[in-house]
């Protein structure tokens, strides 16, 4: 089973060598942080921040030759984590002839994340990735220090 989740924000997760960036999902009523690093984080937090860019980045890049021929992406999904590894896919599609072509893309959370937030476009994770990475919301840490619940 799938469940649809929300980009809350970028926090920070402990690890051995100190805070690493993470990408926070709401869902479920719980929150599920995706190690990112701080180059992704950046990238994903100025977009929810509504911050543009004098320049497009790689991600930005993808949407706009996406489009260009004719592409969407429809939905990213969360659908497996391995070894402390999450997995991602992108399912995207065009249009040919008025008949729509699928397609799927493994990616990286990080990167799918990315272009998720970029084109508003729906983000799944699957019930197995949250039963095992799910978290309680206060257990999380904002990028500006404040928790969840304060």
């Known amino acids: 089973m799938e469940h649809e ?8 997760g402990s690890a051995p060598g100190g805070d690493v960036p993470a990408v926070v999902l709401s869902v479920r009523g ?16 100025t977009v929810l921040e509504g911050e543009p ?4 980045l790689t991600h930005d890049l993808l949407v706009e ?3 260009e021929f004719g592409g969407a992406i429809d939905r990213v999904r969360i659908d497996d984590l391995a070894d402390g590894t999450f997995y991602a896919k ?4 065009r249009y040919e002839s008025g ?7 493994d990616a990286r959370p990080s990167d799918a994340l990315a272009l998720a937030v970029r084109v508003e476009c ?28 304060s």
Not at 53 to 56: G, L, T
Not at 99 to 105: G, K, L, W, Y
């Open 99 to 105: 008949e729509p072509e699928r397609f799927v893309f």
């Open 122 to 149: 729906p983000i799944v994770v699957s019930e197995e990735v949250i039963d095992e990475a799910g978290r309680p919301p206060d257990s999380i840490r904002f990028g500006d220090g404040r928790r969840e619940d």
């Open 53 to 56: 860019f004098d320049r497009p």
């Open 65 to 67: 030759i996406l489009t």
């Open 5 to 12: 989740a929300e980009v809350v924000g970028v926090g920070a």
């Open 90 to 93: 992108v399912d995207a599609e």
């Open 30 to 45: 719980e929150y599920v942080p995706i190690f990112v690093s701080g180059d992704q984080a950046r990238s994903i937090g």
